[in-house]
Every structure is written in structure tokens, then in C-alpha cells.
């Protein structure tokens, strides 16, 4: 079931609906566009009308949370009792005044219902598929019941479940033009953030495990950091992973972005960030979006510049990996021996 949205005036408990949800969430009854509260008697009976009355008093936002609400009348098809989820959000004017609440709301009776939960719960998240996991996850975001199709269309246009994850908030939210947004070829900007928020709670676990123990001793845990966060990136990006004399991470930090097929790396600036960490060695990483699993002839000739700068100032350059599409090339491996004017151990 859809989210409903609607703007409440004044005490007179007017709403003013934003979308058409409501039709879904409550039926007809009569009303097109606006509705009275008064028309729910059942539901002021059961404490609804109070929500709105305090946020109007106090000003502050209230939240009804999986509110139970047991209508008298209800259109075939509709279950008669529900649990509600409510907010009120006060609404002022240019001196500060409320003078109207943002209701914000959505029915969380099926909660649980999903087919796919109960296949998640028996055989574990890790039996579903891409489409599957990301079907639920949308699903539980905002209840819709084409969250499959929203899946679907998502993954044919950024190609992968870490592409999806990985596009940005604005891409996930212009997946169709303005007058097709309530297709399910769009997403919420609500539902484009938590999937972003799932993205970087994944890259901060990773995170985490590389920066507990020397780096060299977890390359695979590395490689997979790296490859986590840059394979699905549309345009090139280069990052320098900079670490101490025990070879612990410090700081993992992005120092140039560029188009999709370049980016342009200045020597200086690798070298001075260096030194304001304090770093005693550097591991370079840039990705390819187009897949190309090689290293180009610029991308070496940078690489031996930092290298020829980095041994003036005592600063061992480890690698250079490259992240393209499923791979995570290493330019030490490529050569068959460590960057040229590395320092000898």
C-alpha cells in the first residue's frame, strides 16, 4: 500500500491531500482532494485527533508509531482494522507561527506479509537473488507493492546490484521524466538516501577490517574494500591509502575525480598530503569504468613520478591497484616486480 501525504490547515482539522494514496489507504467516502477529520469519527475516538492538536500546541513533530485503527466503514478489499504509521510536522510562516501540519503516513499492517520474508527468514537473505534482496529492501522502504518492478528496472539501468548502490542520489531519483515520477521507473529521494546509507554502511565495515591490522596481512579483505567502493563509480577516481611504519592504514582519502575516462593526478599534491599525515608508505588505487582491466601508459608514467618524488622524501610507494569492472589488477604483479625507483629493503 502507498504512502499518503497530506497538508493539514489550521484546527479545523481540513486535509489537503498531495497525492492520491489516501484512495488506497481509506477509500472514497465521498471525498475528492480534501477531507475532514470529522469523517473518521472512529478514528478522534481512538485518540488520532490528539497527535495533531500537540503538535500544533507544542510546535514540535509528532510521530504515531504502528498506531492501531479500527474503522467502522470500510470499501470491500480494505481491511477494517490496520496499524498506522503517522507524523505531523508543524508547518510556520515567515514570523514563526504554525499555521498548518505536513502529514506524512503509511499502513504497516502487512508488515511481515512479503512472500519473499518468509523464504529470508527459513533460508536466510543469502538464498535470495539480487532482484530478490533488492525487491525486499525497497519494499520495506515504502510498502509499495511494485517494489518488484522499481527492482527490476533498477538493476536493467545501473546494471548490477553494486551499481545500483553505487549511482548517485540524483541518477536513482530521475529515472523517468517529471510527469512519469509515480512509475515505478522512479525512486523517492527517501528511498534513493537509504540506499545509499546501505552502501556506506557495508564500506564502513570493510573499512574497519583493513584498518585493524596491517594492510598487506588482509589484501584480499582490501581488494574487496576497494573493489566494493569504486567498481560501480561512473566517472574515474583516484585515491591514495596512506599508512605508517607498521603498514596500518592512516587514512584512505580520494584526491582527484575526473570524467569517465580521466583523471588528472598531480604529483605535489600526493606527496604534501603525505607528509601532513606523516605517512611512511602509500598504496595509489584508480578504477576504469569502462572495465578495461590494463594499466595505461599515463597511468604508469604517474605512477613513477610519485614513486621518483616519494623516494626523495623517504616514502615507500607499496602498489598501484586498479579496479575494473570484477577485477582488481595490481601493477606490482603486472610488472612483474615492484614500482620503478622504489627503495630497496
Given at each position: ?6 497538508v ?6 481540513i ?6 494514496a ?63 504509521d ?76 553494486r ?87 592512516i ?20 606527496l ?9 608508505a ?20 604517474m ?29 606490482v ?13
Amino acid at each position: 500500500m502507498k504512502t499518503f501525504v497530506a497538508v493539514l490547515r489550521g484546527a479545523d482539522h481540513i486535509f489537503e491531500f498531495v497525492n492520491d494514496a489516501h484512495k488506497e489507504a481509506f477509500g472514497e467516502r465521498g471525498l475528492i482532494g480534501k477531507a475532514r477529520a470529522d469523517m473518521f469519527p472512529e478514528l478522534n475516538q481512538q485518540g488520532f485527533a490528539a497527535a495533531p492538536r500537540r503538535a500544533f500546541e507544542t510546535g514540535r513533530t509528532v510521530y504515531m508509531q504502528s498506531k492501531a485503527a479500527d474503522f467502522d466503514v470500510m470499501p470491500d478489499g480494505l481491511q477494517r482494522s490496520r496499524r498506522l504509521d503517522i507524523s505531523y510536522e508543524p508547518m510556520r510562516d515567515a514570523k514563526g507561527e504554525v499555521t498548518g501540519l505536513y502529514v506524512h503516513g503509511r499502513d504497516v499492517t502487512t508488515i511481515g506479509d512479503h512472500p519473499l520474508e518468509a523464504r529470508a527468514t527459513s533460508a536466510g537473505l543469502d538464498a535470495l537473488s539480487d532482484a530478490e534482496l533488492l525487491t525486499l529492501h525497497l519494499y520495506h522502504g515504502t510498502l509499495d507493492t511494485d517494489a518488484a518492478e522499481r527492482a527490476e528496472y533498477l538493476l536493467s539501468r545501473f546494471g548490477s546490484l553494486r551499481g545500483v548502490l553505487s549511482a548517485s542520489i540524483p541518477s536513482l531519483m530521475q529515472l523517468a521524466p517529471e510527469h512519469l515520477r509515480s512509475t515505478s521507473r522512479s525512486l523517492s529521494a527517501s528511498t534513493a538516501l537509504n540506499l545509499k546509507i546501505v552502501r556506506e554502511i557495508g564500506r564502513r565495515v570493510l573499512f574497519r577490517r583493513i584498518a585493524s591490522r596491517p594492510v598487506l596481512a588482509s589484501s584480499s579483505t582490501l581488494k574487496a574494500y576497494l573493489h566494493g567502493i569504486l567498481a560501480g563509480e561512473p566517472r574515474e577516481k583516484f585515491m591514495v591509502l596512506f599508512l605508517d611504519k607498521s603498514l596500518r592504514l592512516i587514512v584512505c582519502e580520494t584526491l582527484a575525480e575526473g570524467t569517465v575516462s580521466h583523471t588528472q593526478v598531480y604529483t605535489r599534491e600526493v606527496l604534501r598530503r603525505a607528509i601532513e599525515l606523516s605517512a611512511s608508505a602509500m598504496i595509489l588505487v584508480h578504477n576504469h569504468p569502462s572495465g578495461r582491466g590494463t594499466f595505461s601508459t599515463s597511468d604508469v608514467m604517474m605512477t613513477d613520478a610519485i614513486v621518483s618524488g616519494a623516494d626523495a622524501l623517504e616514502i615507500e610507494v607499496i602498489d598501484h591497484l586498479l579496479v575494473a569492472g570484477e577485477e582488481v589488477v595490481s601493477l606490482v604483479e603486472t610488472r612483474g616486480g615492484p614500482p620503478r625507483g622504489r627503495r630497496a629493503h
